[in-house]
Protein backbone atom coordinates (compact mmCIF):
# COMPACT_ATOMS: atom_id res chain seq x y z
CA UNK A 1 0.00 0.00 0.00
CA UNK A 2 1.63 3.08 -0.72
CA UNK A 3 1.89 6.37 1.50
CA UNK A 4 -0.65 8.15 -0.43
CA UNK A 5 -3.58 5.68 -0.26
CA UNK A 6 -2.71 5.24 3.55
CA UNK A 7 -2.92 8.69 4.14
CA UNK A 8 -6.48 8.74 1.91
CA UNK A 9 -7.74 6.23 4.00
CA UNK A 10 -6.61 8.05 7.50
CA UNK A 11 -8.50 11.00 6.45
CA UNK A 12 -11.38 9.58 5.13
CA UNK A 13 -11.79 7.62 8.16
CA UNK A 14 -11.67 10.89 10.15
CA UNK A 15 -14.09 12.65 7.51
CA UNK A 16 -16.48 9.80 8.44
CA UNK A 17 -16.12 9.82 12.36
CA UNK A 18 -16.16 13.34 12.17
CA UNK A 19 -19.45 13.12 9.89
CA UNK A 20 -21.12 10.85 12.57
CA UNK A 21 -20.22 13.64 15.47
CA UNK A 22 -21.95 16.22 13.78
CA UNK A 23 -25.16 14.30 13.73
CA UNK A 24 -27.03 15.77 16.26
CA UNK A 25 -29.64 13.53 18.20
CA UNK A 26 -33.78 14.78 17.95
CA UNK A 27 -34.82 17.18 19.97
CA UNK A 28 -37.08 16.04 22.80
CA UNK A 29 -39.07 18.82 22.13
CA UNK A 30 -39.40 18.26 17.93
CA UNK A 31 -40.77 15.11 18.85
CA UNK A 32 -43.72 15.91 21.07
CA UNK A 33 -45.93 17.71 18.18
CA UNK A 34 -45.31 14.07 16.47
CA UNK A 35 -46.01 12.22 19.46
CA UNK A 36 -49.52 14.13 20.13
CA UNK A 37 -50.59 13.44 16.99
CA UNK A 38 -49.89 9.66 17.07
CA UNK A 39 -51.87 9.58 20.76
CA UNK A 40 -54.78 11.16 19.29
CA UNK A 41 -55.03 9.30 16.18
CA UNK A 42 -54.52 6.03 18.25
CA UNK A 43 -57.62 7.63 20.89
CA UNK A 44 -59.68 8.36 17.76
CA UNK A 45 -59.36 4.58 16.09
CA UNK A 46 -60.09 2.98 20.07
CA UNK A 47 -62.92 5.03 20.56
CA UNK A 48 -64.54 4.55 17.13
CA UNK A 49 -63.89 1.12 16.69
CA UNK A 50 -63.36 -0.71 19.84
CA UNK A 51 -64.27 0.78 23.10
CA UNK A 52 -65.38 4.25 25.13
CA UNK A 53 -66.11 5.17 28.58
CA UNK A 54 -69.13 7.11 29.41
CA UNK A 55 -70.50 8.71 32.60
CA UNK A 56 -73.71 7.43 34.01
CA UNK A 57 -75.82 10.63 34.81
CA UNK A 58 -79.09 9.41 36.18
CA UNK A 59 -80.18 6.63 39.04
CA UNK A 60 -82.71 4.72 36.41
CA UNK A 61 -79.75 1.90 36.50
CA UNK A 62 -79.58 1.61 39.76
CA UNK A 63 -78.70 -0.15 41.68
CA UNK A 64 -76.22 -1.56 39.05
CA UNK A 65 -74.90 1.69 37.95
CA UNK A 66 -74.71 4.56 39.63
CA UNK A 67 -75.49 7.91 38.54
CA UNK A 68 -77.73 11.19 39.94
CA UNK A 69 -78.06 14.95 38.70
CA UNK A 70 -74.78 16.83 40.62
CA UNK A 71 -73.35 13.66 42.13
CA UNK A 72 -70.42 11.61 40.62
CA UNK A 73 -71.64 9.01 38.78
CA UNK A 74 -70.22 5.34 37.43
CA UNK A 75 -68.03 6.01 34.81
CA UNK A 76 -68.40 2.72 32.38
CA UNK A 77 -66.33 1.31 29.40
CA UNK A 78 -68.45 0.08 26.65
CA UNK A 79 -67.00 -2.16 23.73
CA UNK A 80 -68.13 -1.98 20.74
CA UNK A 81 -66.69 -5.21 19.00
CA UNK A 82 -69.83 -7.77 20.41
CA UNK A 83 -72.28 -6.53 18.26
CA UNK A 84 -70.35 -6.48 15.48
CA UNK A 85 -70.36 -10.12 14.83
CA UNK A 86 -74.17 -10.67 16.97
CA UNK A 87 -76.79 -8.15 18.27
CA UNK A 88 -78.12 -7.50 21.99
CA UNK A 89 -79.52 -10.61 23.84
CA UNK A 90 -81.73 -10.36 26.73
CA UNK A 91 -80.01 -9.35 29.94
CA UNK A 92 -77.44 -7.27 28.26
CA UNK A 93 -76.82 -3.79 29.49
CA UNK A 94 -76.43 -1.27 26.32
CA UNK A 95 -75.54 2.33 25.24
CA UNK A 96 -77.53 3.62 22.54
CA UNK A 97 -78.31 6.91 20.79
CA UNK A 98 -81.78 7.71 21.56
CA UNK A 99 -84.69 7.79 19.07
CA UNK A 100 -86.27 10.94 18.56
CA UNK A 101 -88.83 10.70 20.56
CA UNK A 102 -86.90 9.78 23.20
CA UNK A 103 -84.69 12.73 22.86
CA UNK A 104 -87.59 15.63 23.89
CA UNK A 105 -86.48 18.20 26.03
CA UNK A 106 -82.65 17.08 25.36
CA UNK A 107 -80.06 20.03 24.30
CA UNK A 108 -77.00 20.48 22.51
CA UNK A 109 -73.96 20.42 24.88
CA UNK A 110 -71.96 22.75 22.54
CA UNK A 111 -70.95 26.19 23.29
CA UNK A 112 -72.32 29.00 20.71
CA UNK A 113 -68.73 30.11 20.72
CA UNK A 114 -67.98 28.51 16.83
CA UNK A 115 -64.09 28.09 18.10
CA UNK A 116 -64.78 26.56 21.46
CA UNK A 117 -67.81 24.84 19.90
CA UNK A 118 -65.12 23.72 17.25
CA UNK A 119 -63.13 22.74 19.91
CA UNK A 120 -65.63 20.69 21.76
CA UNK A 121 -66.09 18.66 18.28
CA UNK A 122 -62.07 17.54 18.30
CA UNK A 123 -61.98 16.94 21.92
CA UNK A 124 -65.36 13.98 21.51
CA UNK A 125 -63.74 12.82 18.48
CA UNK A 126 -60.66 11.78 20.73
CA UNK A 127 -62.77 10.63 23.81
CA UNK A 128 -61.89 14.18 25.60
CA UNK A 129 -65.52 15.25 25.18
CA UNK A 130 -68.69 13.64 25.60
CA UNK A 131 -70.62 13.24 22.68
CA UNK A 132 -73.00 15.83 21.73
CA UNK A 133 -76.23 13.61 21.21
CA UNK A 134 -78.72 11.68 23.43
CA UNK A 135 -76.92 8.35 24.76
CA UNK A 136 -78.63 6.31 26.80
CA UNK A 137 -78.16 2.80 29.11
CA UNK A 138 -80.90 0.87 29.45
CA UNK A 139 -81.23 -3.26 29.87
CA UNK A 140 -82.30 -5.53 26.80
CA UNK A 141 -86.01 -7.47 27.75
CA UNK A 142 -86.77 -8.81 24.53
CA UNK A 143 -85.55 -8.81 20.44
CA UNK A 144 -87.10 -8.59 17.36
CA UNK A 145 -90.29 -10.84 17.53
CA UNK A 146 -90.78 -11.70 21.02
CA UNK A 147 -93.73 -10.24 22.93
CA UNK A 148 -93.14 -8.78 26.20
CA UNK A 149 -95.86 -7.62 29.03
CA UNK A 150 -96.30 -7.26 32.71
CA UNK A 151 -96.93 -9.19 34.60
CA UNK A 152 -98.33 -12.32 35.87
CA UNK A 153 -99.53 -13.29 39.34
CA UNK A 154 -96.57 -12.82 41.06
CA UNK A 155 -95.77 -9.65 39.44
CA UNK A 156 -93.08 -10.83 36.96
CA UNK A 157 -92.42 -9.30 33.75
CA UNK A 158 -93.27 -11.50 30.46
CA UNK A 159 -91.74 -12.80 27.38
CA UNK A 160 -93.41 -15.09 24.83
CA UNK A 161 -95.58 -15.68 28.40
CA UNK A 162 -92.61 -16.95 30.37
CA UNK A 163 -91.83 -14.87 33.53
CA UNK A 164 -88.26 -13.53 33.39
CA UNK A 165 -85.92 -13.85 36.41
CA UNK A 166 -84.56 -10.43 37.11
CA UNK A 167 -82.06 -10.53 39.98
CA UNK A 168 -80.32 -7.21 39.32
CA UNK A 169 -84.02 -5.27 40.17
CA UNK A 170 -84.19 -3.96 43.59
CA UNK A 171 -86.81 -1.15 43.34
CA UNK A 172 -89.84 -1.36 41.65
CA UNK A 173 -93.76 -0.18 41.64
CA UNK A 174 -96.21 -2.21 44.13
CA UNK A 175 -97.62 -5.22 43.13
CA UNK A 176 -99.54 -6.65 45.78
CA UNK A 177 -101.73 -10.06 44.93
CA UNK A 178 -105.33 -9.27 45.52
CA UNK A 179 -105.09 -5.67 46.18
CA UNK A 180 -103.16 -3.99 43.81
CA UNK A 181 -102.23 -5.82 40.58
CA UNK A 182 -102.84 -5.35 36.16
CA UNK A 183 -106.28 -6.21 37.02
CA UNK A 184 -107.83 -4.18 39.92
CA UNK A 185 -109.26 -0.64 39.95
CA UNK A 186 -105.93 0.99 41.05
CA UNK A 187 -103.67 -0.61 38.81
CA UNK A 188 -99.95 -1.45 40.02
CA UNK A 189 -97.05 0.65 37.84
CA UNK A 190 -95.59 -2.74 36.55
CA UNK A 191 -98.58 -3.16 34.17
CA UNK A 192 -98.00 -2.79 30.29
CA UNK A 193 -98.07 -4.31 27.33
CA UNK A 194 -98.71 -6.73 25.49
CA UNK A 195 -95.87 -5.34 22.84
CA UNK A 196 -94.59 -7.73 19.90
CA UNK A 197 -91.26 -6.06 19.56
CA UNK A 198 -90.65 -5.40 15.49
CA UNK A 199 -87.80 -6.84 13.63
CA UNK A 200 -84.53 -5.48 14.32
CA UNK A 201 -85.18 -3.53 17.87
CA UNK A 202 -85.33 -4.34 21.10
CA UNK A 203 -87.43 -3.89 24.33
CA UNK A 204 -84.95 -2.24 26.64
CA UNK A 205 -85.98 -1.10 30.60
CA UNK A 206 -83.96 0.34 33.69
CA UNK A 207 -82.95 -1.80 36.68
CA UNK A 208 -84.78 0.99 38.59
CA UNK A 209 -88.20 0.37 37.23
CA UNK A 210 -89.95 2.69 39.39
CA UNK A 211 -87.67 5.84 37.97
CA UNK A 212 -86.80 5.08 34.88
CA UNK A 213 -87.69 6.25 31.39
CA UNK A 214 -87.70 3.94 29.04
CA UNK A 215 -89.74 1.54 26.41
CA UNK A 216 -92.69 1.64 28.64
CA UNK A 217 -92.50 5.39 28.66
CA UNK A 218 -92.64 5.31 25.30
CA UNK A 219 -94.72 2.58 24.21
CA UNK A 220 -97.20 5.04 22.22
CA UNK A 221 -94.72 6.29 19.95
CA UNK A 222 -93.93 5.15 16.76
CA UNK A 223 -92.08 2.21 17.45
CA UNK A 224 -94.35 1.44 20.59
CA UNK A 225 -91.15 1.84 22.50
CA UNK A 226 -88.89 -0.10 21.26
CA UNK A 227 -85.31 1.43 19.98
CA UNK A 228 -83.70 0.03 16.57
CA UNK A 229 -80.85 -2.52 16.63
CA UNK A 230 -79.23 0.03 14.26
CA UNK A 231 -78.97 2.68 17.50
CA UNK A 232 -77.28 0.69 19.38
CA UNK A 233 -73.71 1.67 20.07
CA UNK A 234 -72.27 -0.96 22.32
CA UNK A 235 -72.14 -3.40 25.30
CA UNK A 236 -71.63 -1.89 28.85
CA UNK A 237 -68.93 -4.27 30.42
CA UNK A 238 -66.70 -2.86 33.18
CA UNK A 239 -66.99 -0.02 35.91
CA UNK A 240 -63.85 1.55 35.98
CA UNK A 241 -64.59 4.88 38.47
CA UNK A 242 -64.66 5.39 40.79
CA UNK A 243 -62.13 2.80 42.31
CA UNK A 244 -64.70 1.73 45.41
CA UNK A 245 -67.22 0.47 42.72
CA UNK A 246 -64.78 -1.29 40.12
CA UNK A 247 -66.04 -4.31 38.46
CA UNK A 248 -67.80 -6.13 35.78
CA UNK A 249 -71.24 -5.09 34.54
CA UNK A 250 -73.60 -8.48 34.52
CA UNK A 251 -75.38 -9.82 31.67
CA UNK A 252 -77.59 -12.38 33.06
CA UNK A 253 -79.71 -15.03 30.91
CA UNK A 254 -82.93 -13.51 32.30
CA UNK A 255 -85.22 -15.50 29.75
CA UNK A 256 -86.20 -19.20 31.58
CA UNK A 257 -86.12 -21.79 28.87
Avoid at 164 to 180: A, R, S
Avoid at 209 to 220: C, E, G, L
Wanted: aromatic share 8%; hydrophobic share 35%.
Amino acid sequence: MTPDATEQEQTGGKSRRRRGKDKKPRSFWREIPILIVVALLLSFLLQTFIARVYLIPSESMEPTLHGCPGCTGDRIVVEKISYRFGDPEPGDVVVFRGPESWSEGYSSTRSDNVVIRGLQEVGSLVGLVPPDENDLVKRVIATGGQTVECCDDQGRVLVDGKPLDEPYITMDFPFIPGVQTCDTAVKSGRCFGPVTVPEGHLWVMGDNRSNSADSRYHVSDEMQGTIPVDNVIGKATFIVLPPSRWGSIPSPDIQQQ
